[in-house]
Nanobody, 124 residues
Framework: VQLQAYGGGLVQAGGSLRLSCGAS????????VAWFRQTPGKEREFVAA????????YYADSVKGRFTISRDNAKPTVDLEMNNLKPEDTAVYYC??????????????????WGQGTLVTVSS
């Protein structure tokens, strides 16, 4: 397993959770790492991405101002701090790495490596 996503759970609306995506430094180095989410019957939706070198960050409009993506070079992990969670944030969250086209960071098909997913449930 090259990517491991963890930190999901059950939280009330307005609450917070922190997800982490762990991997070897070799897996992250020089790559873009992203978080996507998926609900049953829907395609994976882009949430946020960060470049390992330079730290350029991208967010989906739906999470701007509420979610924060960051990288920890020492661990190494890519974390997703989720605040002011809403019921519509309920999904399985996946981390992905090895972006095949830098301009397509928001498209799941352009990532070569995926973690196993962690479930986030936000109750109303």
């Amino acid at each position: 397993v090259q990517l491991q996503a963890y930190g999901g759970g059950l939280v009330q609306a307005g609450g917070s959770l922190r997800l982490s995506c762990g991997a070897s430094r070799r897996t992250f180095n020089g790559n873009t790492v992203a978080w996507f989410r998926q609900t049953p019957g829907k395609e994976r939706e882009f949430v946020a991405a960060i470049t390992w070198i330079g730290g350029t960050i991208y967010y989906a409009d739906s999470v701007k101002g509420r979610f924060t993506i960051s990288r920890d070079n020492a661990k190494p992990t890519v974390d997703l701090e989720m605040n002011n969670l809403k019921p519509e944030d309920t999904a399985v969250y996946y981390c992905a790495a090895r972006l095949l086209s830098s301009s397509r960071y928001y498209l799941s098909d352009y990532y070569a490596i995926w973690g196993q997913g962690t479930l986030v449930t936000v109750s109303s």
